[in-house]
T-cell receptor
């Protein structure tokens, strides 16, 4: 099973809403990631969790709040987002915590902020 | 500084033609890792290959082949006898031995015309 599952696939939210994106992997991977991808751009790293601890936060605004409840799950809590936050949010996982291992990505959540 | 350049923004080929996607990288690391990912319209990034900096052997996998040349800092990707299902955005990425942070190129959108 080399699958990373993300829910929901699509999300429309108002600027005052609170919502959460969910990600799950059952590959025993020890690193999990959130990426943000705007249209026609490459993915941009937001957060990295290594062994369930936040190891990288790429200066992401506090309206994005990650959470790693256990080694298989990764959440991204959203609050008071702006329209410019509309993007594809990709979750990924990898067996290693260094740059020498490939990451496996989910299909993403297409977020629209209205 | 890490940098990946994919100079070809968009390429169109007719089915069954061969096509090469270029990737040029910059890094000060002596040990590093190069990756290719495919992103079809569904959004998921699909891992294709990882190459270590100390292994310059070229690789072939079915219709796909990769040419790694350290002398020119290039890691090019060739699809032989292209098919419509190859239509996607292809990203080249660079990873180091430090924390797992992939540096993506800007991507090349390949369209295979039937």
């Amino acid at each position: 099973d080399t699958e990373v599952t993300q829910t929901p696939k699509h999300l429309v939210m108002g600027m005052t809403n609170k919502k959460s994106l969910k990600c799950e992997q059952h590959m025993g991977h020890r690193a999990m990631y959130w990426y943000k991808q705007k249209a026609k751009k490459p993915p941009e790293l937001m957060f990295v969790y290594s062994y369930e601890k936040l190891s990288i936060n790429e200066s992401v605004p506090s309206r994005f709040s990650p959470e790693c409840p256990n080694s298989s799950l990764l959440n991204l809590h959203l609050h008071a987002l702006q329209p410019e936050d509309s993007a594809l949010y990709l979750c990924a996982s990898s067996s290693g915590i260094r740059g020498n291992t490939e990451a496996f990505f989910g299909q993403g959540t297409r977020l629209t902020v209205v | 500084a890490q940098k990946v350049t994919q100079a070809q923004t968009e390429i169109s080929v007719v089915e069954k033609e061969d096509v090469t996607l270029d990737c040029v990288y910059e890094t000060r690391d002596t040990t590093y890792y190069l990756f290719w990912y495919k992103q079809p319209p569904s959004g998921e990034l699909v891992f294709l290959i990882r190459r270590n900096s100390f292994d310059e052997q070229n690789e072939i996998s079915g219709r796909y082949s990769w040419n790694f040349q350290k002398s020119t800092s290039s890691f090019n990707f060739t699809i032989t006898a292209s098919q419509v299902v190859d239509s996607a955005v292809y990203f080249c990425a660079l990873g180091g031995t430090g924390a797992n942070n992939l540096f993506f190129g800007t991507g090349t959108r390949l369209t295979v015309i039937p």
